[in-house]
């Protein structure tokens, strides 16, 4: 028997109503999948958390998830009581002190769903975007001068450093190499003569050692354009931590919606625990209406289990993703009434 120690860390918004549907998939495998079991521990941090304590999360909120197997998160953010990059900053902070620099997001557009985009059906639309997570433009480098005079600065500088560089290529040609093998480094070397240089160098050091991969350099922006006039021409995409941030919202649009686009933040070498979350974010606006679609998170879990290298049960929870939604199953994100928890009813139906 293999027990994984999760910690879930559900945080505000709709992270709870989501989470609260993976963590039913997750009891549901245990029972069904034999020598599989989750220690659960969740955690109360966020912004009902601030309303008691003035805190987030508490000093030690690294420690305490350290010893975890893997991390499942909701979402964070709740604008009206507090600024995003406070509330927002313990992730972050979780990602880069788990060294968590491989952040995958697939952009995939499952059977029985529609297309933003005219005349392009799941055939088209499989990609996955790999997106550097531990430093880059949100490396917490910088302050401000002068500060509230006429003649205020604020200076807030990327870092990017070749190991950080190689190793997230390194990580996007090994995946290619499960897909379709072709590698689509995004960047803006034009512009930004010295990061996205060392991008370039890094990438053409590397692509010879991967020679059945075919490699492709877009500037960022040729392929937000190309996402959308040709989403069929993209395997892989690797990008830096802000780019694949942008990328991954319209790759998440293009595969159906951000309600069903998964998240990993994993730490390959597996040195600390990596982190599973939805790519949407709290949706305050719908908060507590019960009729956020869960399946983002239900398919974050899945990532998370294939990490935890359970391929059976994470390939049946994309089965049964899979099933739920060619089935017209539908939350209002998706133009149906389904409430999350009828979404998740119906993912468990179809885990059988
Ligand atoms: C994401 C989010 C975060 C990011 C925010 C919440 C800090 O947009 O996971 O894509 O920018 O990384
Ligand atoms: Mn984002």
Known sequence: MTTYKIAVYPGDG????????????????????????????SFDWGIERWKRT????????????????????????????????ETLAPLVKIRQAFDQYACVRPAKLFPGLKSVLADKGPEHIDFVVIRENSEGEYVDNGGFLKRGTPDEVAIQTAVHTRRGVERILRYGFEMARTRRRHLTMATKSNAQRYAYMLWDEVLAQLAPEYPDVTTERQHCDAC???????????????????????????????????????????????????????VHGSAPDIAGKGNANPIAAILSAGMMLAHLEQPAAATRITRAVERTLAAGNKTPDLGGSLTTQQMGDAVLKFLD
Request: aromatic fraction near 8%; avoid cysteine; charge should be negative.
């Open 54 to 85: 003035g805190q987030v999360v508490p000093d030690d909120f690294l420690t305490q998830l350290r010893p975890f197997d893997a991390i499942l998160l909701g979402a964070v953010g709740w604008p009206a009581l507090l600024p995003d990059h």
């Open 224 to 278: 937000v354009m190309n996402f959308v006039r040709w989403p069929e021409r993209f395997d892989v995409v690797v990008a830096s931590n802000l780019f694949g941030d942008l990328l991954t919202d319209l790759g998440g649009i293009l595969g159906g919606g951000l309600g069903l686009a998964p998240s990993t933040n994993t730490n390959p070498e597996r040195r600390f625990p990596s982190m599973f979350e939805p």
């Open 14 to 41: 709709i992270g709870p109503e989501v989470v609260e549907q993976a963590v039913r998939v997750l009891r549901k495998l245990e029972q069904t999948e034999s020598g599989l079991a989750f220690a659960l521990t």
